[in-house]
């Protein structure tokens, strides 16, 4: 299959999705740009930070809650509430926790002045390299993700791809409307583009199939069944309505439409047997309905704040959900059963993208965040807390384990099964000019997928195109 960069001729009064950006912590010692090349250590780096911040409360002559960091060992048994460093995961170490809290009363140490950011950023990257205690150790032992490539759907045949679909009547806008929803069949060279009241169907570089009319308002959510012969859009109007309807993606006749909401669908998904689809609203609440009457199977009311993002694992056993306040929630796919949390992100996720095999389900967040989390016992495999400045906004995996991610920084990024970077895409670098935003709209990547086969990388825009990058 071959993407290329083609206009998607979507245009309404443009809904801004730029904000502003939050404050981050910016890493200035040179100790930091030095450990790019060799690695941190106990002993060359992190032993002097806790000395001078920590050595009066928990150095050799007195241990509070019977914690010494005069010493690697020390730091390594922890205290009495158990370990307070954990190998690869800065952001779930209690040391980090309280030398950041922001309460004055919490955070240590008790008097005197902050640990200075650098120096938190040089204890927080010691422990996601391993807690190395000198040069000459090893790291401690981390998680692998181990990835092994899932067995294809058990769906006989290739994907569905469009025939003949019917001409539409597009509603008349003003200015080209963002990207706001993009999926890529699992099974056929056919790709979806959300634009205002339709949803655009392309295959290869020369080639449209044609359009589906959402006349429900915006197409929020995209999503390909894993047969490939289902496309679910979600969306509505805000404040108004929502709505998830089902399209057959060879005809492009609806098939069903479910759930009636006081306000636009956010998020939604298909199951793999395609009986329910799940969706988040602004309600707090996660509901499942079937496809096959409609009705109401479960409410999940667990959140508390909007539900962002839902995905159900490939092998429907898993569903997840994600809100605006960084919460992420494991259920039974089929009951909506509680299973387990899993806590990172501190502010908004925006989006949840299960592996091929079910074993790992990816996040990211507004506060920059991309996670790999084993979902046995809910262990962030792999955390990269900077992963596009600014924020994070969509993420996508590919068929082989491989990671597309999206962000604020006008990148797009492609990471390896094993969570390494890979390539970067910029969309800037990627539009003409005359074909640039209006002034006043940054031209960011909105949304991100990968085909089918995994050779192609694609992103939607602010300025409602669509780009497309051969990963070889």
Known sequence: MSFS????????????LARVLAGSLVWITSLVA???EKPITYEDHVAAILKKNCATCHGDAKQEGGLSLANYAGVMKGAGGGEIVIAGRSGGSRLIEVITAPDDGERMPPEG?????????????????GLRENAGSSVAAMRTLGFKAASPATNDGPGAVPVKLASIERPQTVRPFPVLALAASPRAPVAAVASYGAIDLY???DQQYGALPFPEGEPLVLAFSRSGRLLLAAGGKPVQSGTVVLFDVATGKRLASVADEPDAIIAADISPDEKLVAIGCTSRLVKLYSTEDGSLKATIDK????????AFSPDGKYLATGDRIGNIHLWDGAT????????????????????????????????????WWDVKDG?????KPNAHAGGVLDCRFGPQGELATCGRDGIVRLWSPEGNEMKKFSVADDTPADKKPPAGIKLLPTRVSVSGDGSIVLAGDTAGRLHAWPVQ
């Open 5 to 16: 960069c083609m206009v998607v001729s979507t245009q309404l009064s443009f809904r801004s």
């Open 336 to 371: 909506g059963g509680v299973i387990l949390p899993l806590a990172e992100h501190k502010q908004s996720v925006r989006a949840l993208s299960w592996r091929s095999d079910s074993g790992v389900v990816a996040s990211c967040g507004e506060d920059g965040k991309v996670v």
């Open 203 to 205: 295959g290869s570089l």
């Open 34 to 36: 030095a450990a790019e």
């Open 303 to 310: 959140h508390t704040d909007w539900v962002t993002a839902v």
């Open 379 to 383: 262990w962030p495999v792999v955390n």
């Open 113 to 129: 002045d902050r640990v200075p950011a650098d120096q938190v950023a040089l204890i927080a990257k010691w422990i996601d390299t």
